[in-house]
């Protein structure tokens, strides 16, 4: 099959861009306006979504963003407040781990449907408490793993899930760049940094990617490049065993010169590449004996992926589905997170689902 053939193909069965929901427009509201809660607002207001009340602890953080993107929004600093309205139908729950569940179990009493930010939660019991919880109040739990509408990795799952590359057998990512930009930051105090707040993204495209399949073992290791200004260690890698399958994430964060990221996956029918200077600019390749197809990705990562994540929220609760970005399945991601993280501290192998509850951070 000539190329372009084959590119219209591929491209009629990979509809990577993040959907809206058809009429569906909930008031919905957001709890927690932080620094990152910038690019869900962006994404919201671009997407049309019909963001009401705004609920921040510091009321000046909450009246900020109420100026910057929903001048009509009504802003809080008791999230009991919020949840009181009975207009609200949908809750976006910024904040950071440590205080989110309790929000999450407050909004779903309340009868809201959630999109919880990343990490979903730092124990998987107390995960699977909160979808049981979603579970009986017929209710979609959604997690915020917004890397799943990255270009690139948006392509990749979706190719991957259309079968594209047949029975995935190899996956290896690396990112190479600069991460010391949270020196001062809360972020610094974060240990395992690297391992678990930023690559949770890297292992959630894993467990996409390898969905069905079983990971029996994780190894991982951290150090800390040479002159680095911040406490948490900079470099890490893991390596993750499956059923006839492998895959290898490399992270180097104190990287000076020469940004890169590349994603390498490959299949029993095909394989699908893509590297740029950083996760923004990338050129993806899939190849199969079909043809190679080499598309033009649109969209970016941020704002882009906060539109994938609560358009895919409103559209399962549209369509009555569970969400692809279920808290239910997203405990599979975290349980790989924790195993890498749970490996580093000990220097051995870990299997997932072993480690209940995120160690050493």
């Not at 979603?134 to 979609?140: F, I, Q």
């Amino acid at each position: 099959m000539a190329d372009q053939e084959a590119k219209s193909r591929f491209d009629a069965q990979v509809d990577y861009l993040p959907r809206s929901p058809r009429s569906y427009r909930p008031a919905i509201g957001l709890i927690g306006c932080g620094a990152i809660t910038e690019y869900h607002l962006q994404a919201y207001r671009k997407a049309n979504y019909d963001v009401v009340a705004l609920c921040d602890i510091n009321r000046d953080q909450a009246v900020l963003r109420q100026r910057e993107f929903y001048p009509g929004a009504q802003v809080y600093t008791s999230h009991t407040e919020l949840l009181r309205r009975d207009d609200i139908e949908v809750v976006d729950i910024a904040t950071h781990p440590p205080v989110r569940p309790p929000l999450v179990r407050d909004a779903l009493n309340a009868g809201k449907h959630v999109l919880s930010q990343k990490p979903f939660v730092l124990d998987l019991d107390v995960g699977q408490e909160l979808v049981a919880l979603a579970d009986t109040k017929g209710l979609k739990l959604a997690v915020n793993q917004n890397g799943r509408w990255a270009p690139h990795f948006s392509y990749t799952r979706e190719a991957v899930a259309a079968g594209l590359l047949g029975d995935p057998c190899s996956a290896h990512l690396s990112v190479h760049w600069d991460h010391s930009w949270v020196q001062g930051t809360e972020f610094e105090k974060v240990k395992h940094l690297i391992l678990y707040d930023f690559a949770i993204h890297w292992f959630d495209m894993l467990a996409c990617l390898f969905q069905g399949r079983r990971c029996t073992r994780v190894s991982a290791s951290t150090t800390p490049a040479p002159g680095q200004p911040v406490a948490p260690h900079l470099m890490a890698a893991a390596t993750l065993q499956y059923e006839q399958a492998q895959a290898t994430l490399a992270f180097d964060a104190f990287t000076q010169f020469g940004d890169r990221d590349v994603t390498y996956v490959t299949g029993t029918r095909g394989t699908i590449h893509s590297c740029g200077q950083d996760l923004y600019h990338q050129q993806l390749v899939l190849e199969t004996k079909e043809g190679v197809c080499q598309p033009t990705l649109s969209g970016r990562w941020f704002p882009d992926g906060f539109h994938g994540t609560m358009g895919e929220l409103l559209c399962s609760i549209e369509e009555d589905r569970e969400p692809t970005i279920s808290a239910a399945t997203n405990l599979d991601s975290l349980a790989l997170c924790f195993a890498a993280v749970a490996s580093a501290e000990t220097g051995q192998p870990v299997v997932p689902g072993s480690i209940r509850q995120l160690i050493g951070v």
